[in-house]
């Protein structure tokens, strides 16, 4: 199967059901695991974006939220929600199929605090000096949640079983 084809066939499917022009292929052995189009349009919620709807599906069937040797094709390169979430489940790759400067003539999601030209360099600001107004309020007991944690764990700090990069 072409994997790649079918991640397109998906999103314009989307398109021609009033939904947004993003889709997500997880695959794993030569077959899919998980697919998803970005329901956002339809579901009134930001995080529905294709790549996180499919993840969600391939780690419930995995068991787990780690997707080691599995390669995830998306439409277009991800947003930074969803390029953290590729990062945080360790596939072996990801395959784009699209940059945003090819389909900018046709698509512009840019939002109050989000705008896709300038966000990675708003994302590695320090927190005071981000658009988006944050502040910092200092609570011990927001600590001793972690604390807890690490007890319940034997000591350990690190999720078991998580890749690492070492």
């Known amino acids: 199967m072409d994997f790649a084809q079918h991640t397109i066939d998906i999103a314009r499917r989307n398109v021609d059901e009033g939904g947004r ?20 349009a339809q579901t009134a919620d930001p995080t529905a974006h294709a790549e996180i709807l499919a993840l969600r599906a ?10 080691v040797g599995a390669t995830i094709y998306v439409l ?5 929600m969803c390029l953290g979430a590729l990062y945080y489940c360790s596939p072996d790759e990801v395959v ?3 940059t945003r400067d090819a389909y900018a003539p046709h698509y512009v999601d840019d939002r109050k605090y989000f705008e896709l030209d300038t966000f990675y360099d708003e994302f590695a600001k320090d927190w005071r000096e981000r658009r988006l107004p944050m502040r ?21 700090r690190r999720v078991a079983g998580a890749p690492t990069a070492g």
């Open 21 to 40: 022009p993003f889709a997500t292929v997880v695959v794993k052995d030569g077959e899919i695991l998980a697919e998803s189009a970005n329901l956002v």
């Open 58 to 67: 391939a780690c419930t069937a995995l068991g787990t939220e780690h997707l």
């Open 76 to 80: 277009a390169q991800p947003c930074p």
């Open 96 to 98: 784009f199929l699209t």
């Open 136 to 156: 910092h309020e200092p609570r011990e007991a927001a600590v001793d949640v972690y604390r807890r944690w690490q007890e319940r764990n034997g000591g350990e």
